[in-house]
């Protein structure tokens, strides 16, 4: 057998040495919402950084760490620890059914999907954050950062968060920042996924808006019977933000008919969802081929929110 890749469960000096000088935090709680999907809280041995709503840090294993999909495992003489930043998500609610506030937990939880690409170069890391189980140890970046957060929100604007996947991550804890702050204005948070069951918060979401009225969650599908068989009874077709954020579609689904002079809204995910601009040849700002966020609500009068230039859209991208 050889020692440096042992059967799952079992370990090495070698392994457990480097695990002891790279980690310092362990897995709290682990929740599936199928087997490509993950809620993950992460208890640090030192005290749990504080952070804003929207912000992200940095998970990481070591490239001699199993991998889900039994991918093959790093050589010891080459150690190396793979990272990769993550926002921070949060609980919605305790078990009361209270407000939880992101200063009131002992862990951070992130929101993860697995993601495969047999074919890249670079050391995946998901594979192996999929292979964890409670108590297990791994790296947790020290200090959150980021500058995707409620910073430019005033208490009576509006605030809508638009996320694909675990893109809504960052807008749980934005959410419940507001709320537990008090905060006056409408608050939209809609979510693309392809199947129902990849909504890994639906449950706490549907009790959040029942607690606040001026509160709303949308969630919707791209892949479900009644978006793809026409001859689906409840046949609603491909279902995506683009088409949610449409003023009418918007008003028929939330119930207000947001106002760009007092609206912010949050795109976070896909970046073909997100739609941003780049420069041609000449200097000029472009919009891809198929419309995004970014240029329908440009065309609504919204405006992109620079570091140079504030706006109202703010974007933070996946990948």
Known sequence: MNPSNPPTGQSTPEIEELRNKYYNASV????????????????????????????YTTLGLGSWEHRVDGGPLAELEKPKLIRRAYSISCPMLDLQGDLLANDEIDYLEFYITLVLRPDSNDPPLTPRLFRLKEGDRLHLGKKPVGTYTLKPVEPGDHVIFAGTGTGEAPHNSMSIELLKRGHTGHIVSMTCVRYTGDLGYLDQQEQLQKKFSHYRYGAFTTREPENIDENHPSYVGKQYLQDIIQPERFQETFGWSPDPEKTHVFLCGNPSMIGLPEKNQKGELVFPDTKGMV?????????????????????EKYW
């Open 295 to 315: 240029e329908l609500l440009t065309d609504q009068g919204y405006k992109l929110s620079t570091p140079k230039n504030p706006g109202n859209i703010h974007f």
């Open 28 to 55: 709290m709680d682990l929740r599936m919402p199928h087997n490509h999907l993950m809620i993950v809280r992460i208890k640090p041995d030192e005290d749990v950084p504080r952070f804003s709503g929207g912000q």
